[in-house]
């Protein structure tokens, strides 16, 4: 299974170099819905290419609300990277310590994603044909860049699938040797509720 997941998150990274991952992820026949808000962590000392980012994963690729500190500032904006190549969607900058509410919502193929943080707001929507998002992932994709910062925190965690959540809510898996948390998660009908996810530093 986790050469499985190794493959498949290979393959959707958003540079061609290779990455080292460190996720909490949860599986599902069918997820319809993802929101919550993320806790933006300090930047990386070193250089590199840090992404931090919370998605939904097909086969074919991956729905993100993507963290990028490549600039040595941190810019978030949402995207799909895969197939069909769609272009990337709206965003901007935010700082260490701010709180950003990312949702995602889907409604037959189309996806209505949003940010907001500090009266600041983004709206994509993207028309992702032929995938079915069956994987919810919280990820640090690192590349030439050790995982020497965060913590990184989500609060207020919603995933919705179209099966009931008590087959799955409670089941994670991850990537990466590092100290990760799942706290307060809770099944009710087709939504899984998680209090907070913690990603700390591996080094």
């Not at 990466?176 to 998660?185: D, E, F, L, R």
Request: hydrophobic share 40%; net charge neutral; with cysteine.
């Amino acid at each position: 299974m986790l050469a499985f997941l190794t493959l498949a998150l290979s393959l959707l990274v958003l540079s061609v170099r290779a990455a080292n991952w460190y996720t909490v992820e949860w599986e599902a026949t069918q997820f319809t819905a993802m929101s919550g808000d993320m806790i933006v962590p300090k930047l990386p000392q070193a250089g590199g290419t840090p992404y931090v980012w919370p998605g939904l994963q097909s086969g074919n690729g991956v729905l993100q609300a993507v963290l990028d500190g490549r600039s040595g500032t941190w810019w978030i904006g949402d995207g799909f990277y895969g197939t069909p190549s769609l272009p990337w969607g709206n965003g901007f900058n935010v700082n260490p310590g701010d709180a950003v509410h990312f949702a995602f919502s889907s409604s037959g193929s189309v996806w209505t994603c949003t940010l907001s943080s500090n009266g600041k707001s983004a709206t994509t929507t993207l028309n992702i044909t032929g995938s079915t998002m069956n994987r919810a992932i919280f990820a640090a994709e690192l590349t030439n860049v050790p995982f020497n910062f965060g913590p990184i925190t989500y609060t207020n965690v919603k995933i919705t699938a179209t099966t009931a959540a008590s087959s799955w809510c409670g089941k994670t898996a991850h990537l990466g040797a590092y100290n990760y948390s799942v706290t307060g998660a809770t099944a009710s009908g087709n939504v899984c509720s998680i209090a907070k996810i913690v990603q700390n530093s591996a080094v």
